[in-house]
Nanobody, 119 residues
C-alpha cells in the first residue's frame, strides 16, 4: 500500500516558480512509475512528468518541457515538481501518482494541490 500527500501549491503570477512536493509512504520499488498529473476544470487529466523511482525513464509533456523538472529524494521519500516560467494555462489541480506494475496503471493517488497562475 502506498500513500501520497502533495503540498506546495498556491497562487503565483505568470513567469513565477512553484515547487510541489509529494511525500510517499509505504513500500516503493525502483521499478515503480511515479508521476505528476494535472487537471484543469473542464479539461482531461494530463500526465505532465514521470519517471521510475530508480531515476530513469523520465518523461515530460511537450507543454512543460524545459520549464518543469521532476526529481526525488530517495532518503526522504519525496518527489518534487519544480515548475518555472509558469503560465496561466498551467493553472490546475496537481496530483502525484504511483504505478506499481509494468503496465503503468496508476493505482495510487494523492489528494492533489492547487496551482493558480495569474496573468
Amino acid at each position: 500500500q502506498v500513500t501520497l500527500v502533495e503540498s506546495g501549491g498556491g497562487s503565483v503570477q505568470a513567469g513565477g516558480s512553484v515547487r510541489l512536493s509529494c511525500a510517499v509512504s509505504g513500500g516503493i520499488a525502483s521499478t515503480y512509475s511515479v508521476a505528476w498529473f494535472r487537471q484543469a476544470p473542464g479539461k482531461e487529466r494530463e500526465r505532465v512528468a514521470s519517471f521510475k523511482w530508480g531515476g530513469y525513464s523520465i518523461y515530460y509533456a511537450d507543454s512543460v518541457k524545459s520549464r518543469f523538472t521532476i526529481s526525488r529524494d530517495v532518503a526522504k521519500k519525496l518527489v518534487y515538481l519544480q515548475m518555472n516560467d509558469l503560465k496561466p494555462e498551467d493553472t490546475a489541480m496537481y496530483y502525484c501518482a504511483v504505478a506499481p506494475t509494468p503496465d503503468n496503471v496508476y493505482a495510487y493517488w494523492g489528494q492533489g494541490t492547487q496551482v493558480t497562475v495569474s496573468s
